[in-house]
């Protein structure tokens, strides 16, 4: 009688002792209530870092594609607002001081330079993405490395907060 009560309490019809639905309707309230338990344990697991890594990864290519293929708004896009680019001579801090900047970049009709992530990593939280790699010029040489520094938004999307290259060394000796 204890059970039927329970079943009762979860919202299931109280049956009559010794009918024959009974066993069926609370095997079938037992699968539900596991499958249920189940589904919100997945949904409860965290998801890696290397599974946020990933989703860091695939927004650097984006953010690199949309400045090949002169994209400037869907490049613009993933700014964060408060998003800071060290350039070589000065800081551009805030997104509408980032737009004005790199507005420069969009002008020729193939990019000065491009770049690709090669290492990429979240934190245990997987709301902070670091990527770095190379960038290259027109020739394909490669010029400098990027750093960029990624926040996860509350809908899952990523914007970039930081961003800041070096010169290689090669490209400073070559120049002398």
Same mark, same amino acid.
């Given at each position: 009688?204890?059970r /039927?009560?329970? *079943?009762s309490?979860l919202?299931g019809t ?12 609370l ?10 338990c189940? /589904?919100l ?6 998801v ?7 989703? +860091?990864?695939?927004t650097?290519i ?13 490049f613009?896009l993933?700014?964060?607002d408060?998003?800071?680019f060290l ?5 551009m801090?805030g ?6 900047? @790199? ?5 020729p009709a193939?990019?000065?330079f491009? @770049?690709?992530p ?9 709301? /902070? ?5 190379? +960038?290259?010029?027109?020739?394909? *040489?490669q ?6 520094t @990624? ?5 899952g999307?990523w914007?970039?907060l930081?961003d800041?290259?070096?010169v ?9």
């Open positions: 009688m204890k /039927l009560r329970f *079943v309490k919202g109280p049956l009559a002792v010794g009918s024959p639905v009974a066993p069926a309707m095997n079938s309230s037992r699968s539900m209530r596991r499958n249920l189940l /589904l344990l997945v949904l409860a697991l965290p890696s870092a290397a599974d946020r890594a990933e989703e +860091v990864r695939a650097e984006a953010f690199a594609k949309a400045f090949a293929d002169r994209d400037a708004k869907q613009f993933y700014l964060a408060d998003a800071q350039g070589r001579r000065n800081t801090r997104k509408q001081e980032v737009i004005t900047g @790199w507005s420069e970049f969009f002008k193939v990019a000065p491009r @770049w690709q090669e290492r990429v990593v979240t934190n245990a939280a997987g709301d /902070l993405g670091f990527s770095s790699g190379p +960038v290259f010029d027109e020739a394909g *040489v010029i400098g490395t990027f750093t960029s @990624w926040v996860r938004q509350p809908d999307s914007r970039i930081f800041g290259g070096s290689c060394p090669t490209t400073k000796q070559s120049a002398q």
